[in-house]
């Protein structure tokens, strides 16, 4: 069965963008630090251990659910993500005409809906799940299944959090893997129900 699975760079103090974060700077100042463990990783034969399972595992997604604030800074990734996967992006606004054009890109106004279009999209494989604001609709709703964090060795000291506006309700994880990369260190944890 499909499993909703967040899968995120952060630094060490909790951040996955750097301040001055808009559409013209999506990473905010300095965020590119965060990413800079996928250089190089094109070949996957080529890369560290850790880091090709990593890769390979976010790779064999069967779809994406992402908001707007991630998928419209990133150019809408051409309207193809990897592998020509189906895109959901859970907005409550219609699409800007050059993202409604793109046949595998579809825009769902309810959390519920987008993340059971997208469960049904992925079939037997998971769905990648992009974004601050998605990830923590999806956890409110407790609609999200695993956290996948990328944790880099950075303390950026600002900008933005992922787990900022949760509320003061525990979320349980259990920790299901951790894995060694080249410069950063993966995460995996399961969202207790």
Known sequence: MSSTVLYMSMSLDGFIAGPN???DNG?????????????????????DEGDRKVLEDFLSTGAVLAGRGTFEPAGGWGGDHHDGVPIFIFSRHQPTPEYAQWPAVTFVSDIGDAVRR???????????????GTAQHCLRADLLDEIQIHLIPVLLGEGRRLFEHLGAEHIELDTTQVVRGREATHLRYRVRR
């Open 118 to 132: 997208a469960k049904e999209a992925a079939g037997d494989k998971n769905v990648l799940v992009h974004g601050v």
């Open 21 to 23: 974060e808009r559409p």
């Open 27 to 47: 990473l905010g100042d300095g965020g590119e630090r965060l990413h800079e463990w996928t250089e190089g990783l094109e070949d996957l034969a080529q890369a």
